[in-house]
């Protein structure tokens, strides 16, 4: 399962809108942990927890919980999860709540990774953006879009 779930993540990651402010890249490394539960025959939902390492402007480590569901095997798949990043953003110390949602049914794929309002803290208290999630070609790669007042 938590094969098909990173095949779900990867296979689900695309452009998100961007917002008005400052733009910036970097890479992350993921690591999947799966929460067994037993499931009728048939249900496809699977439950993850996970951590991740940010490299670039944005420092610092994040955990969330993640659930699937869907066949990504055969190219149909959705996931939704929350993440909490702790570290530093353009050398400004904080944390906040990124929030996902994404599909992918027969080759379209949709991912949509916002700042959850209100969730900042610290230096990042007040922030807003989106970011997007590139895996093409091996590795994660992001961008992050965001304003701060």
Same mark, same amino acid.
């Given at each position: /399962?938590?094969? !098909?779930?990173?095949?779900? /993540?990867?296979?689900?990651?695309?452009?998100?809108?961007a917002l008005a402010g400052s733009e910036i890249a970097g890479t992350f490394d993921i690591a999947l942990k799966l929460v067994p539960e037993t499931r009728a025959a &048939?249900?496809?939902? %699977?439950? *993850?927890?996970? %951590?991740?390492?940010?490299? =670039?402007?944005?420092?610092?480590?994040?955990?969330?919980? *993640?659930?699937?569901? =869907? *066949?990504?095997?055969? $190219?149909?798949?959705?996931? #939704?999860? #929350?993440?909490?990043?702790? $570290? %530093?953003?353009?050398?400004?110390?904080? +944390?906040? #709540?990124?929030?996902? +949602?994404?599909? /992918? !049914?027969?080759?379209?794929?949709?991912? !949509?990774?916002?700042? +959850?309002? $209100? +969730?900042?803290? &610290?230096? !990042?208290? &007040?922030?807003? $953006?989106? *970011?997007?999630?590139?895996?093409? =070609?091996? &590795?994660?790669?992001?961008?992050?879009?965001?304003?701060?007042?």
């Amino acid at each position: /399962m938590k094969a !098909l779930a990173t095949a779900a /993540m990867a296979a689900i990651a695309a452009s998100a809108p961007a917002l008005a402010g400052s733009e910036i890249a970097g890479t992350f490394d993921i690591a999947l942990k799966l929460v067994p539960e037993t499931r009728a025959a &048939g249900d496809t939902r %699977t439950r *993850m927890t996970f %951590t991740k390492t940010f490299r =670039g402007p944005l420092e610092g480590t994040s955990d969330g919980e *993640m659930l699937t569901a =869907g *066949m990504p095997q055969q $190219g149909a798949a959705g996931y #939704v999860a #929350v993440e909490r990043f702790d $570290g %530093t953003l353009a050398g400004r110390r904080g +944390s906040f #709540v990124l929030q996902h +949602s994404g599909t /992918m !049914l027969r080759g379209r794929e949709s991912l !949509l990774v916002v700042v +959850s309002p $209100g +969730s900042g803290t &610290g230096e !990042l208290a &007040g922030i807003a $953006g989106t *970011m997007r999630i590139d895996t093409k =070609g091996g &590795g994660h790669r992001y961008t992050f879009d965001y304003t701060l007042p």
